[in-house]
């Protein structure tokens, strides 16, 4: 089992090659919004760790994944709201309140 980070321009490139097959490294660029040079270099290193194969045609190059068991790593689409901190700010309002209160408590106004 392969695990990418799912933020990273890999995640992006191997996402688009499950989505659509076959897909050349034109379309890859259009889909991802990723530099056709940097998609290249990209490839070829994912093709030394033998997740796909670039096969060379004459003015194209197709793609074709060789492993199907990727695991994408990071943050899942639902957890990309802010998380609320309930008590936070309660602490800080009753820090306040006693701050407050400890002024009132000197000698001066008894």
């Known amino acids: 089992m392969v695990q990418i980070n799912a933020g990273s321009r890999e995640a ?8 659509k097959y076959p897909i050349d490294v034109k379309e890859v660029a259009e889909i991802t ?11 070829h290193g994912m093709q030394d760790r033998g997740w796909l194969t670039l096969e060379v045609l004459p003015g194209r ?3 074709r994944l060789r492993r199907v068991d990727f695991t994408f790593l990071g943050r899942v689409e639902t957890q990309k709201r802010a ?9 800080k309002d009753r ?16």
């Open 33 to 43: 919004g990723i530099a056709e040079a940097e998609v290249q270099r990209l490839l």
């Open 95 to 110: 820090i306040r309140a006693k701050v407050l209160a400890d002024d009132h408590d000197d000698i001066m106004y008894a």
């Open 61 to 63: 190059t197709f793609i």
């Open 83 to 91: 998380i609320k901190h309930k008590g936070r700010k309660r602490e």
């Open 12 to 19: 992006k490139i191997i996402k688009a090659l499950l989505d």
